[in-house]
């Protein structure tokens, strides 16, 4: 499969459906955690294993240490999810929420405060492209992958995850940041090349 799979008209609609699910991803996160989120507009490419390099490159030359936490969903949509984020970007939420870990677990707290986050994240988002498309879909508990690790060995661990990137699949990367932060967390979606076809005749008929 290639990216001609998808013309341009239906990677536009995929675009703007997600769009409209992050924007309620955002809403629900800003009641949730104070208001704090600003969303970049979604990345979103046909890939294989070559591009799939070059995002593990990216991530490596991007940050020093990660936390990764995965999450799968399934269903007529089905794939893996993804929140990245580095010490810096801990700090700024910690920052935003007035959270204190110095006393206690820091580790507990900090990795209760990622499954917090990620699953708002993807209950949300993925739950709505899944109503949007008209597509059932569901999600699978998630799991901390990586905690505080250099990035190379996250990245090993999160892409062992990731069983679409054997072929080609559809990925779409959102980077967001905290309210008052330039600190990045990322958010990847990668949909099983299993699914795709239905995806895109779901897109046909709304154009």
């Known amino acids: 499969m290639t990216n001609d799979l998808f013309t341009e008209d239906e990677r536009d609609l995929l675009g703007e459906i997600v769009n409209i699910a992050m924007g309620k991803a955002g809403a629900t996160l800003a009641e949730a955690f104070a208001g704090f989120v600003n969303l970049r507009v979604p990345e979103i490419r046909t890939v294989g294993a070559a591009e799939g390099s070059e995002t593990k490159e990216r991530l490596m030359r991007t940050y020093k240490r990660i936390s990764v936490l995965h999450q799968e969903f399934f269903g007529e949509l089905a794939g893996d999810i993804a929140v990245i984020y580095g ?11 007035g959270f204190d870990d110095r006393d206690g677990d820091g580790r507990r707290q900090r990795e209760e405060l990622l499954l917090e ?25 998630p799991r901390v992958v990586a905690f505080d690790v250099p990035s190379a060995d996250a990245v090993r661990r999160l892409f062992g995850e990731l069983g679409g990137w054997d072929g080609q699949t559809l990925l779409i990367e959102i980077i967001f940041h905290l309210e008052a932060h330039e600190v990045p967390f990322e958010l990847m979606i990668t949909l099983s090349p299993t699914c795709l076809q239905s995806v895109k005749l779901a897109l046909a008929q709304r154009l």
């Open 87 to 97: 010490p810096a970007s801990y700090a700024a939420l910690r920052d935003v929420l």
């Open 117 to 141: 986050l990620g699953n708002a994240l993807a209950s949300t988002c993925v739950l709505e492209i899944g109503a949007l498309l008209e597509k059932r879909t569901g999600l699978r508990p």
